[in-house]
């Protein structure tokens, strides 16, 4: 495996090229000397208190306007989302973002094209992409592993209990080569991914 170097995006179809020039640009402006460790996303479904909080602790407080936050042995560079305590922006299909404010919140003005463009750009600059499904209906995270494998970034797919994972047989194809166990409860989720990422450091 190696470290990737794209850093390029190219706009949805659906999407006007200034907004995808315009996060290009933000994030060329990003200090990647604060930042260290792989670059990894982490792919699905979102919801209010999510396995992300387990793996990235400071991930709640940092909103959905980040691109990159440095956490313990990694940089996380997507999915974001608001993270008020009280979930105004959680809700079916809203990625965390989309849903309706609430209690006077505000939350980010976003749009399903900027969310796609933010996750499309976190995905070109990972080292590694990381898949934690737990929910047959994944339709996003489904996509986002096949953005990457035709990007050349290596991932890996790991399964919550209950879930039938001869049904995603087709990802686990071209999924990276790491010692890890299909099937992780989210209680050792935490030890899985630590051992992933040193697998990743051994490899460079």
Known sequence: MRTNKKAGVAAPANTSRP??????R?????????????????????????FRHDLAPNLRSAGSGKFALQC?????????????????????SSHGVLGVPGFGCEGAATSRADVYLRNQFGIQIADLVVAYIDAPDCYGTIFELGFAASNGIPYVVLFAPGIDISDFWYLQQSQAKFRAPHVVSRKKLLSVFADILAQWRAAQ
């Open 19 to 24: 907004l995808a020039t315009s996060i290009y």
């Open 72 to 92: 313990d042995g990694f940089t996380y560079v997507g999915p974001f989302m608001d993270a008020c305590d009280h979930g105004c922006r959680h809700g079916p």
């Open 26 to 50: 933000i994030t060329k402006k990003l200090d990647a000397s604060k930042f260290s460790g792989p670059r990894v996303f982490i792919a699905g479904k979102i919801r209010r208190y999510c």
